[in-house]
């Protein structure tokens, strides 16, 4: 929540430790705002299959701006690799437009699962793609759910 207004964050893990946070906010966040944000141990939960088994994490944080920029909310479903080609990591952005359950595979050109990147229920969600033990070419990123999403990204080493 910021102010009392329930914000729609995305997290990408950025090491072990590091976590960074995107949230859409139908308002305005200041700087010193204190932001309270409740996490549900994803893993748990598909796991046990029941919000009452997985543990809910709380984190409260106060906002400082260094950039304000618009950001328009989605509404197509997509995935989106940015940089494209990558030479060594890529963050990929997929999002739904409804929460639904799913999986996010990275597919080499013949079709073979290279590896899974995504597993579980989202609307939106960013995963970072290292080129470490991949080769160079085409890669094709498919959301397996509801939705049908597919798209091409390119390895360049």
């Known amino acids: 929540y910021i102010n009392d207004t329930l914000v729609d964050p995305i997290f990408v893990p950025i090491s072990d430790t ?8 139908d ?9 309270r944000i409740a996490l549900t141990n994803l893993r748990d939960l598909i ?19 260094s950039a304000v920029r618009e950001v328009a909310k989605p509404t197509t ?7 494209n080609p990558f030479n060594q990591t890529a963050l990929v952005r997929v999002s739904l437009g409804k929460v639904e359950r799913g999986k996010l ?22 995963v970072a793609v290292h080129g470490e033990g991949l080769t160079s070419g085409v890669y094709i990123l498919k959301w ?7 798209s091409r990204m390119l390895l360049m080493k």
């Not at 590091?18 to 906010?25: A, E, H």
């Not at 479903?77 to 940089?83: N, R």
């Not at 397996?144 to 597919?150: H, M, N, R, V, Y």
């Open 18 to 25: 590091l976590v960074r946070l995107t949230y859409f906010y």
């Open 105 to 126: 595979v990275l597919m080499d050109i013949n079709g073979r699962i290279v590896k899974t990147l995504l597993e579980g229920r989202i609307k939106r969600a960013e």
């Open 47 to 65: 796991t046990y299959g029941s919000y009452n088994y997985a543990p809910e994490l709380r984190y409260w944080f106060t906002i400082e701006h």
């Open 27 to 35: 308002g305005r966040g200041y700087s010193g705002d204190t932001v």
């Open 144 to 150: 397996e759910g509801e939705s049908k999403l597919s």
């Open 77 to 83: 479903p997509f995935i989106e690799t940015t940089p």
